[in-house]
């Protein structure tokens, strides 16, 4: 055995010692079990610390167990190193243990604003994608004693520094220390210390750009990197950076002739070490993400709501805390005032692209008295603007100028209405969607005041976003602003307004009124228009123009004029409309003429459409079919039209046949086709089947049946024959259900049950 073996053994006993003797003399007795409720270490954890033949415990259990033993941090350390084989450092040696350090301390940004019982920020879960597998190569290799260097190239919020402290978690286990040049200046810091880090020592150097980047410092910097990188006395040292893609290109660049080159060495010790991190999550990530959602992952969950789209999934957990800090905390009133005016908007239906102008004004009233005094200038808008469009963490911004994409879309046919909506006048903005979320839930109960519904009056010009808001305004018992909303929303081509408008002026006995705001709504291809406009040619006379508007609106795909014109005519020209809506794919219209069909007595016709009219889904076509049927006592053929719904899963066949099985005497078929009938939902089946059991005197079993159809809703089992004698509830003066033995009588639970 070598001298370092040899110290390396007589360590390990001592600390196993010292950490024996000290569970022994504590004063409070404290058993190993005591040790893993103070520590917050797993039972096996403590367990494997005490054994002698163990492996040796991590840092961090050391750490926590000498605190709880009142044992010397610093020579429990010292041991624990010289346990390992690893050189005792040197006072001046910077860094610390990896397992002392919290995450965030490192700079990986919080994501929610949830704390651990411990009182540090709760971290999601993490999900591996490609650019993990190139740092843990880096890791490993570092572990086997060969020092490496890696960097993570991405945009804002891409998750390169929680990338790069998953990755270490590994030597953390073996003891691995981690320094963070930080004071006074990372630069400084970094310049100054490096010739001091010891073996396996983890460099971080997050945002790099400060230390590689710096004018007086950088090129040292990335000199002394290079020295102990190549240095195997140095070593093991893993160096492990981020940078934006803007500097990694700025560092890499060839240098121009006849221009100094700044980053000489900064671009060889970064040549062949950069990783890409992208800037969404692809498929396989989102799956994973999921994943960890539905096991219990509150951050994920929230972030997966509002980024799925995207997929920008880290930008959103990133720029989440300090979006609500802004809305919670701004620098002026009203900054706060347009975020919630933002929101209300959103969440009343307004487009994602918000007119300054409407927003300017609609912020007023949600300002106090008192701010709204101390607004002074006219500058407070744009003051206002410029601090909410001020960017955090993941390129975000908690309202923030915007330009609408321009609508692509295919050529409209020449007899199709073109309802293209031209771009809204003027800036417009976008509520940051972590905001928009949070107001949906914090806002939902508030109703916004009344500058909120003049600005959407005044401003608004969008057929949607009026239409929108005029539902809402309704809804809130804004009559008033309701109404005149209304008007605006028909006035740019809002056809649920128009529709709305041409019901009240058919109120108001102004056919001519109406017709010329249903032909309005129409121009702008609203069908329920059309619809409605054929109905009021038809009472007026106008059987032609009828049929061309219901043809219009057909071609449009609402064959309900046709119909409706049909059921209207009866027999003068109603079977060519049904045709007509037929050639259209209608099914009602194919039940209609079979019902023509059978009372002009041609029963193979009526059948040939019942037929069709079920292969296409129409769910009331085979009853209709049975019906005809077992009215021309084709009890045979019934009985197969019967089963062919119920194989549709239409449980009134099913009933029908046991209807029929019960008549004939087949007790027994009949109760099989209503248990079928009722696993299939239908409770009206279960009365009919407990109807049965009364009959035969099973009370219990008809008992039971009532209760269940009972509790799946059907109170018709509560007023059937003789269910209310065997349900266990009465009813109070007031009409509410009570338990019998809770009423008076002799009544007790036991004979409720029974």
């Not at 010292?78 to 040197?90: F, S, Y």
């Not at 802004?326 to 969440?347: K, S």
């Not at 019942?610 to 009985?639: H, I, S, W």
């Not at 059907?714 to 003066?733: E, R, T, V």
Request: glycine share 8%.
């Amino acid at each position: 055995m070598d001298r370092k073996d040899s110290e390396s053994a007589v360590a390990r006993a001592e600390l196993h010692r010292r950490l024996e003797d000290a569970l022994v003399a504590s004063r409070t007795r404290l058993t190993k079990i005591d040790l893993a409720a103070r520590t917050g270490l797993g039972r096996t954890t403590v367990q494997q610390a005490f054994n002698k033949d163990a492996r040796l415990p991590s840092p961090y259990t050391v750490r926590e167990l000498s605190i709880a033993l009142k044992l010397p941090l610093g020579e429990m350390r010292d041991l624990l190193r010289t346990a390992e084989g690893g050189p005792t450092r040197e006072e001046d040696t910077p860094g610390q243990p990896i397992a002392r350090w919290d995450p965030h301390d490192l700079e990986v940004h919080p994501a929610g604003t949830s704390v651990t019982g411990s009182g540090r920020r709760a971290l999601p879960g993490y999900v591996r994608r490609r650019h993990d597998e190139d740092l843990a190569a880096a890791v490993r290799d570092a572990a086997a004693g060969n020092s490496r260097i890696q960097v993570l190239v991405g945009s804002s919020s891409t998750g390169k520094t929680r990338a790069c402290w998953e990755a270490v978690q590994p030597l953390a286990e073996r003891g691995w220390w981690l320094w963070h040049p930080f004071d006074p200046t990372r630069a400084d810091e970094a310049h100054k210390q490096l010739a001091h880090v010891g073996p396996r020592t983890v460099i971080w150097l997050n945002e790099a750009q400060h230390y590689l980047g710096d004018r007086q410092h950088g090129e040292h910097i990335a000199a002394a990197l290079h020295t102990i990188l190549t240095t195997p006395e140095r070593g093991p040292v893993l160096v492990l950076g981020t940078l934006w893609p803007k500097y990694a290109h700025d560092y890499t660049a060839p240098p121009k002739p006849g221009v100094d080159d700044p980053y000489s060495r900064v671009r060889e010790l970064l040549a062949g070490r950069m990783v890409s991190i992208p800037d969404q999550f692809g498929t396989a990530e989102l799956a994973a993400a999921q994943d960890l959602a539905d096991q219990g992952d509150a951050l994920l969950v929230d972030a997966l709501t509002r980024a799925r789209d995207s997929g920008r999934i880290t930008q959103d957990l990133a720029g989440a805390p300090e979006l609500l800090r802004r809305y919670e905390q701004p620098h002026h009133a009203a900054a706060r005032a347009l975020l919630e005016a933002a929101m209300d908007a959103r969440r009343l239906g307004v487009d994602l692209h918000i007119p300054q102008a409407f927003l300017t004004d609609a912020a007023l009233d949600y300002l106090s008295d008192d701010d709204y005094d101390q607004l002074g200038n006219n500058n407070w808008a744009e003051q206002a603007y410029a601090e909410l469009a001020e960017p955090v963490h993941g390129k975000q911004a908690p309202l923030r100028r915007t330009t609408p994409r321009p609508s692509r879309r295919p050529p409209a046919p020449a007899t199709e209405a073109r309802t293209a909506t031209p771009l809204p006048a003027g800036p417009v903005f976008r509520l940051a969607d972590y905001l928009e979320q949070h107001g949906r839930t914090t806002r939902r109960h508030l109703c916004p005041p009344a500058s909120f519904w003049n600005a959407a009056h005044t401003h608004l010009t969008h057929p949607d976003d009026l239409g929108n808001l005029t539902e809402a305004a309704q809804t809130r018992h804004r009559l008033q602003w309701a109404h005149h909303l209304r008007q605006r929303a028909a006035d740019h081509g809002d056809t649920r307004a128009l529709v709305h408008l041409v019901r009240m002026r058919e109120e108001a006995g102004d056919q001519d009124g109406a017709e010329t705001l249903a032909r309005q709504a129409a121009t702008h291809g609203d069908t329920r228009a059309l619809v409605h406009l054929a109905m009021m040619r038809e009472k007026a006379g106008d059987q032609d123009g009828a049929e061309t508007l219901a043809r219009q609106a057909a071609t449009h795909g609402d064959t309900r004029a046709l119909v409706e014109l049909a059921m209207m005519r009866y027999q003068d020209g109603a079977e060519t409309l049904y045709r007509q809506a037929i050639t259209h794919g209608d099914t009602r219209a194919m039940v209609h003429l079979a019902m023509m069909r059978r009372e002009a007595g041609d029963q193979d016709g009526a059948e040939t459409l019942y037929r069709q009219a079920a292969a296409l889904g129409n769910p009331f076509a085979l009853p209709n079919l049975v019906e005809m049927r077992e009215k021309g006592r084709d009890l045979d053929n019934t009985k197969t039209s019967d089963r062919e719904a119920a194989d549709q899963g239409d449980t009134g066949a099913l009933v029908h046949l046991a209807k029929v099985r019960k008549k004939n005497e087949d007790r027994d078929g009949a109760e099989t086709l209503y248990c079928e009938a009722a696993d299939h939902g239908d409770t009206g089946a279960l009365v009919e089947l407990a109807l049965m059991r009364e009959e035969a005197g099973d009370r219990d079993g008809a008992e039971t049946l009532y209760r269940q159809a009972a509790d799946r809703g059907n109170i018709d089992a509560l007023s059937s024959s003789g269910a209310i004698k065997f349900w266990p509830y009465g009813l109070d003066p007031d009409g509410t259900p009570t338990p019998r033995w809770q009423q008076s009588g002799p009544c007790t639970p036991e004979a409720a049950a029974k």
